[in-house]
């Protein structure tokens, strides 16, 4: 599977979009882009996942680059429980495995 | 609808004895996770089950490491004899077979003296 690179924190100040970059340059074609965060003291939760087209749902979007190298993931207005680690996974459809890095560790300020 | 089910939350022992963590699964998923999640780190795969069967398990311990999942449901994850490198927190997932969102319980919390 192919790896992905993200800064290790962020800060954000409440009410602004969150824009969390992750590169994914030797993302091959079939494989899927996906998001996870992990609030402190809980277990990691799903957020989106794409393959070539932008992505919305309640949560949030997901913009993946015409050349699929690189995602970003937004969180429209960005609140104090949005600070988290956000983990961007490249994974092949139908397989199991999801391999998470560090992360960025998003913190929203008031 | 309940979540990923994990006991205990917290977990205190001394070096070189014994200890386990179990995990119900969300109703339905028949496929099961365990993780390692060490401090500052990413959750990191020890073994995964499809039913009752590992049919992942190349990042488990087998040395001091078993895990079970008996009738294809709840799952459990013993050290024996535990190393004071094994404090960390331990995660239980669980999904539908292939599919890329796993549900995660809250971990339990491992601290080896």
């Known amino acids: 599977d192919a790896k992905t690179t993200q800064p290790p924190s962020m800060d954000c100040a409440e009410g602004r979009a969150a824009n969390l970059p992750c590169n994914h340059s030797t993302i091959s074609g079939n494989e899927y882009v996906y998001w996870y965060r992990q609030i402190h003291s809980q277990g990691p939760q799903y957020i989106i996942h794409g393959l070539k087209n932008n992505e919305t749902n309640e949560m949030a979007s997901l913009i993946i680059t015409e050349d699929r190298k690189s995602s970003t993931l937004i969180l429209p207005h960005a609140t104090l429980r949005d600070t988290a680690v956000y983990y961007c996974i490249v994974r092949l459809p139908n397989n199991n495995d999801m391999r998470f890095g560090a992360g960025t560790r998003l913190t929203v300020k008031p | 609808e309940a979540g990923v089910v994990q006991s205990p939350r917290y977990k205190i022992i001394e070096k070189k004895q014994p200890v386990a963590f179990w995990c119900n699964p969300i109703?339905?998923?028949?496929?099961l996770y365990w993780y390692l999640q060490n401090l500052g780190q990413g959750p990191e795969l020890l073994i995964r089950?499809?039913?009752?069967?590992?049919?992942?398990d190349s990042q488990l311990p087998k040395d001091r490491f078993s895990a079970e999942r008996l009738k294809g449901v709840d799952s459990t994850l013993k050290i024996q004899p535990a190393e004071l490198g094994d404090s960390a927190v331990y995660l239980c997932?669980?999904?539908?077979?292939?599919?890329?969102?796993?549900?995660f319980g809250p971990g339990t919390r491992l601290t080896v003296l």
């Open positions: 089950y499809e039913n009752e069967e590992a049919v992942d």
């Open positions: 109703s339905g998923h028949n496929t």
């Open positions: 997932a669980s999904s539908l077979v292939h599919s890329g969102e796993q549900f």
